[in-house]
């Protein structure tokens, strides 16, 4: 099981509730510019596949999903490990200047409150595999 972020342009709001139904994301970059604005951010990044990107450590892993298209709109991260992962996401999410959706709880990922909702995931999912 992974924690997941979706990550794309989502306007101007504070909250994905004011997204309105007409909302159409921008495109973020071509594949190759995102790719590369990631591995400035966090150098140990293993993109040996142009669709799929790796970060794993002995705390975390975080797999970058960019999809096949090379112009993008948006791509997904999928976090497994513990919360020494936050800041490095933190770090990409500012190197790229996007936002990303929490698929766990349905709002932004926010660094200062990504801690305890991690901890609270992994406290879920170590339930579901006891």
């Not at 071509?30 to 450590?57: H, M």
């Not at 200062?112 to 609270?120: F, G, H, P, R």
Request: hydrophobic share 35%; charged share 25%.
């Amino acid at each position: 099981m992974s924690w997941d972020l979706f990550v794309q342009d989502w306007g101007n709001v504070r909250t994905l509730n004011e997204i309105p139904e007409d909302f159409q994301p921008q495109p973020i970059g071509t594949r190759s510019e995102i790719i590369q604005k990631i591995k400035d951010a966090e150098p140990t990044v293993n993109f040996e596949f142009d669709t799929l990107g790796v970060i794993e450590n002995e705390h975390f892993s975080i797999e970058f999903n960019m999809g096949s298209d090379e112009l993008l709109n948006s791509f997904s991260m999928h976090v497994r490990g513990n919360e020494l992962a936050i800041p490095c996401i933190g770090n990409i999410l500012k190197h790229i200047n996007l936002r990303a959706a929490d698929g766990s709880n349905g709002e932004f990922f926010n660094t200062d409150e990504a801690t305890e909702k991690l901890e609270n995931w992994i406290k879920h999912r170590n339930k579901l595999l006891e």
